[in-house]
């Protein structure tokens, strides 16, 4: 499976600024996906990045929010934008496999406290 | 360190038992299905897939078994060992046509393995 790296790994922030998160693949991959962890709680999908199209959000999430870059087939950016402390989660990106397909490799998250 | 486990069901298990975790899911047009091991400060680590046209996978240590009938998924770990201690989570794909694939987590189990 792809190499997957994160940055930063974890950050605290002042409520109303915005935060760029980076993740970085060691291999070319079609989809990159987005998730939010809050605490104690499930993953839930914030976004799906393809390149050369624009992300797709799902339900609760807007691109205004969450704006999200897709510049090549191996990085992608989340940025969580003007944030107050209920951002406060662990912000996960994934891959799909190398050869495609539904399975689905996680980075090691960036661990994000808004104050 | 993390506050995962505190939300999530737990199991506890005695180290050299076999531990079995559950989860339901409830989209019967799911065809494909996987377990995640979270680790404390980690991002999920593929563990373990199965697709809808079997009722039975094996790896090493670890069995998925899905019964599609009440739309159950388990995870068996033999003889496990304290290094499996973490958070397991079931996600499910449908796939909606093309390459539009996208995994629904379940809520998780906290598996805690005494020495």
């Known amino acids: 499976s792809a190499v997957i790296s994160q940055k930063p790994s974890r950050d605290i922030c002042q409520r109303g600024t915005s935060l760029t998160i980076q993740c970085q693949v060691d291999?070319?991959?079609?989809?990159m996906f987005w998730y939010r962890q809050q605490p104690g709680q499930s993953l839930t999908l914030i976004a799906t990045?393809?390149?050369?199209?624009?992300?797709?959000?799902e339900s609760g999430f807007v691109i205004d929010k969450f704006p999200i870059s897709r510049p090549n087939l191996t990085f992608s950016t989340l940025t969580v934008s003007n944030m107050s402390p209920e951002d406060s989660s662990i912000y996960l990106c994934?891959?799909?496999?190398?050869?495609?397909?539904?399975?689905?490799?996680f980075g090691p998250g960036t661990r994000l406290l808004v104050l | 360190g993390e506050s995962v486990g505190l939300h999530l069901p737990t199991l506890s298990v005695q180290e050299g038992d076999n531990s079995i975790i559950n989860c339901a899911y409830s989209?019967?047009?799911?065809?494909?299905f996987i377990w995640y091991k979270q680790e404390s400060g980690k991002g999920p680590q593929f563990i373990i897939d199965?697709?809808?046209?079997?009722d039975k996978r094996q790896g090493q240590r670890v069995t998925v078994l899905l019964n599609k009938t009440v739309k159950h998924l388990s995870l068996q770990i033999a003889a496990t060992q304290p290094g499996d201690s973490a958070v397991y989570f079931c996600?499910?794909?449908?796939?909606?046509?093309?390459?539009?694939?996208?995994?629904?987590f379940g809520k998780g189990t906290l598996l805690t393995v005494n020495p």
């Open positions: 996600a499910e794909n449908v796939n909606s046509g093309g390459s539009n694939y996208k995994l629904t």
């Open positions: 990045a393809n390149q050369g199209s624009e992300a797709t959000y």
């Open positions: 994934s891959v799909d496999g190398t050869t495609g397909g539904e399975t689905q490799y």
């Open positions: 291999s070319q991959v079609t989809m």
């Open positions: 989209n019967s047009a799911s065809d494909y």
């Open positions: 199965i697709r809808s046209n079997m």
